[in-house]
């Protein structure tokens, strides 16, 4: 019998410390991924900046911390650069690095074009906030609906144009992603990983490139025609066109994109169970066809945010049923998890604690989408801020909780050193705390007729509800600042880790930590969906122990 011993961990590691040129001409898949999560990072401590002063603004009646003006401004860039510059690119960042890890390729199919598509986020993030310094405005929300968005307003001038030109780069870059990991998952294999052995977060990672291929080129298409508006004089989405047309555009892409967001969150916390459960995980074919189920459906939910525009009966009907079933796929996903957790040897680590989190608050999400989609409750709620909870809990207590969990489960796989378990309780707890704190009561704000976008108010009912809100929003962002100071700090001076410290199944956790340029100097052989486990229980898999070398 093949005896595959991995080799010793590296005693330093100089990653993080290389040339610049090698960082801006890298092909290394997993310092492009890097460069992507740290651009995404930047972008949440922004994005988490403007919530902040808009908390503040909204704490009390009456207040003009900001005027109205600024407020929509930050409202507006609030949503695009969680949306757009954070949450997405974190997802591709962690794809990145390990995708092909986890198929046992070298790197990805086309590393130019993985750098090319990199290199676009920076340049549509800038294009997006050079709108603040051209005299334009932003306050078009991240919708951009018409007339909020036509050139006819004097104070829409420049801003409007660098949004739409921004989002356009984005959209390219995601195309070139897409069609960069669907390549390398069918063409580079490692011998033996046959679709139905690869992890699920492969799978995950399949679903949303198919995804993001089929809805990114209508988002692309409505901003050029919105383009067209502003600048060339037609008529595509003014108030003398077909405003309704480009909800529709937007929204085809817009809905799709929060499973853009969601599937890699759920390929994530499905190698995370199996691992802390130290069981199998329940029902894989199932959890890829639920995957591929939320794909399919994800499309035909849609209008769904547009059952106040006046559209016929029977198509609201259908929107309606659609957004119901979609519930499904996702329950089945719950099931299995619950279910690989079940009678399982459960490791409270903090990556698994994190899973329960989202497991909690993503399912509330689901719960008042189920609400929404019903079309005489949406009618009512529609505009106010019950639909902020709800997305904030979708969102947030979806994908950034998941995103958690994927920082606390992979830091020794990128660094080769485990974050501090005691500043990672402190950040669950309270982030957990206070994002409850935060959004779960915001629904009773809904509920009572508080509209959302509004700069201020005037009814004395809300405020006790808002200063509760706003002390939350701040213990939130306490948590972020306990997370960066735990990588921080780790990073250089973090317990060494080790190539596999969770015994984890997928081949990640095959090679160094971190990994070399190459990743493996041999692939080992794959038998099922969890290699290294396999390999582990047949005797085959010795890790060399680590040189704890002071640093």
Known sequence: MATTVLPRPKQYDDTFFKPISIWLTTTDHKLIGIMYMVTSIISFVIGGI???????????????????????????AHGVTMIFFFVTIFVTGIANYMVPLMIGARDMAFPRVNLLGFWLIPVAIILYYCGFFTGGSLNAGWTGYTPLTEKAFNHQTFGVDFWALSIIVWAISGIMASTNFLTTIVALRAPGMRFSRLPLFVWAQISTSILL????????????????????????FTTQGR?????????????????????????????????FARKPIFGYMSMVAALFGIVFLSMTVWAHHMFTVGMNTYVEGFFMLMTMLIAVPTGIKFFNWIATAWWGSVEFTV?????????????IGGITGIYLASVPVDTQLHQSYFVVAHLHYVLFGGSVFAILAGIYYWFPKI?????????GEWNFWTVFVGFNGTFLIMHTLGLEGMPRRIWTYANPAWATTNV????????????ILVLLINV??????????????WRGNTLEWATTSP?????????????????????????????????????
């Open 351 to 363: 990556p698994m604690k994190f899973v329960f989190g989202f497991l909690a608050t993503f399912l």
């Open 515 to 551: 990994p070399p340029p190459y990743n493996f100097e041999r692939v080992p052989p794959v038998r099922s969906f969890m290699p290294v486990r396999d390999l582990r229980e047949s005797g085959e898999l010795i890790e060399a122990e680590p040189v704890l070398t002071p640093t």
């Open 213 to 236: 291929l089929i809805v990114g080129a209508p988002l692309a298409a409505a901003m050029i025609l919105l383009e067209f508006d502003r600048q060339l004089g037609t008529q595509f």
């Open 243 to 275: 405003p309704v047309l480009y909800q529709h555009l937007f929204w085809f892409f817009g809905h799709p994109e929060v499973y853009v967001m969601i599937l890699p969150a759920f390929g994530l916390i499905s190698e995370i169970v199996p691992v």
């Open 488 to 501: 921080v700090h780790s990073w250089g001076h973090g317990e060494i880790a080790g190539n596999d410290p």
């Open 415 to 423: 660094t080769g050193r485990l974050l501090n378990r005691t500043l």
């Open 50 to 76: 403007f919530a902040l002063i808009i908390r503040l603004q909204l704490s009390q009646p009456n207040l003009k911390l900001v005027d109205a003006e600024t407020y929509n401004q930050l409202i507006s």
């Open 468 to 479: 509760i809100i706003t002390i939350s929003s701040f213990l939130i962002a306490f948590s």
